[in-house]
């Protein structure tokens, strides 16, 4: 079993900045690591994911402004949230992808006043 511990989440006024931090419990080879958010009444939707080779994918809406990064030797992922929006206000979740399996954070919320 693997713990996803993530960090960095808080309140920003619109257009600041929050980086976000999630850390694997141990070290494993993970396949893709991601963020996804879960605004309240919506579902929840991937913000931007990362392949182990470093290739990123985007939603449409934080292209531009969230850059996604990974630190394989300490099993991280990292997501810089520049020119935050009220609309950016969510839950965010980390979620780990090994091979055959499917891990999630606890979730870290993010609040953005207009």
């Known amino acids: 079993q693997v713990q996803l511990v993530e960090s960095g989440g808080g309140l920003v006024q619109a257009g600041g900045s929050l980086r976000l931090s999630c850390a694997a419990s141990?070290?494993?080879?993970?396949?893709?690591m991601g963020w996804y958010r879960q605004a309240p009444g919506k579902q929840r939707e991937l913000v931007a994911d990362?392949?182990?080779?470093?290739?990123?994918n985007y939603a449409d809406s934080v292209k531009g402004r969230f850059t996604i990064s990974r630190d394989n030797a300490k099993s991280t992922v990292y997501l810089q949230m520049n020119s935050l929006k009220p609309e950016d206000t969510a839950v965010y979740y980390c979620?780990?992808?090994?091979?055959?399996?499917?891990?999630w954070g606890q979730g870290t919320q993010v609040t953005v006043s207009s």
């Open positions: 141990r070290s494993i080879f993970i396949n893709v």
């Open positions: 979620n780990a992808k090994p091979p055959f399996d499917n891990y």
């Open positions: 990362i392949t182990f080779g470093g290739r990123g």
